[in-house]
């Protein structure tokens, strides 16, 4: 089982700067895919950002040159740093995280981002 946590949702303005973190337990050596997701209201849940042990990572067009995904092993946390915000990235955020050996997929609770003008 692998628990998911995220923080550092908020309230930013557009054109502003937010960082998302993810913190992991449990079973995260047996992770991998790391993904950040997001769903608008009305809208169906999208990819953000995904990141691969090898670091490959990939990145929705929408958000691309803007939004970071990363990753400190050591503290065991997953990072979406977003920048050139706009209103249209208000969501719901997520982090995920996939164990293609077990074909399992684990979902943090969610955090708020909404981008005003």
């Known amino acids: 089982q692998v628990q998911l946590v995220e923080s550092g949702g908020g309230l930013a303005q557009d054109g502003g700067s937010l960082r998302l973190s993810c913190v992991a337990s449990?079973?995260?050596?047996?992770?991998?895919?790391w993904g950040w997701y997001r769903q608008a209201p009305g809208k169906q849940r999208e990819l953000v950002a995904s990141?691969?042990?090898?670091?490959?990572?990939n990145y929705a067009d929408s958000v691309k040159g803007r939004f970071t995904i990363s990753r400190d092993n050591a503290k065991n946390t997953v990072y979406l740093q977003m920048n050139a915000l706009k209103r249209e990235d208000t969501a719901v955020y997520y982090c995920?995280?996939?164990?293609?050996?077990?074909?399992?997929?684990?979902w943090g609770q969610g955090t708020q981002v909404t981008v005003s003008s």
């Open positions: 995920n995280a996939i164990n293609s050996w077990e074909s399992r997929t684990y």
């Open positions: 449990g079973r995260t050596f047996d992770i991998t895919v």
């Open positions: 990141l691969r042990p090898s670091s490959t990572t």
